[in-house]
């Protein structure tokens, strides 16, 4: 059984930062590409970030481009989502996934096996 579970929401300011975890037990994190995907009320779940499993290699949504920076420390199975000059538009559930391969690095979530439950984002203005 994989679990993937968040943690580093929370409420900040409009032009700050957070840093989001993804804690991986269950199956080596280190075997597969991983994907960060925000999902805000009203809207379509929408990709942001992956990363493909040795970490040498990323891709980035161009509504964050320049501001996150997904990363992945394999010996601790966590990847992070550093989230910098956030603005209210960020304000979303963020969700981590393990793709099925270790090279899909793409926005389509059927490629993604498992799923985390989420944690809250809120920047305010």
């Known amino acids: 059984q994989v679990q993937l579970v968040e943690s580093g929401g929370g409420l900040v300011q409009a032009g700050g930062s957070l840093r989001l975890s993804c804690a991986a037990s269950?199956?080596?994190?280190?075997?597969?590409?991983m994907g960060w995907f925000r999902h805000a009320p009203g809207k379509e779940r929408e990709f942001v970030a992956a990363?493909?499993?040795?970490?040498?290699?990323?891709t980035s949504a161009d509504s964050v481009k320049g501001r996150f920076t997904v990363s992945r420390d394999n010996a601790k199975n966590t990847v992070y989502l550093q989230m910098n000059s956030l603005k209210p538009e960020d304000t979303a559930v963020y969700y981590c996934?393990?793709?099925?391969?270790?090279?899909?690095?793409?926005?389509?979530?059927?490629?993604?096996?498992?799923w985390g439950q989420g944690t809250q984002v809120t920047v305010s203005s």
């Open positions: 996934a393990q793709a099925g391969t270790r090279w899909y690095m793409g926005p389509r979530t059927d490629e993604y096996a498992y």
């Open positions: 269950g199956r080596t994190l280190s075997s597969y590409s």
């Open positions: 990363i493909k499993w040795s970490g040498g290699s990323t």
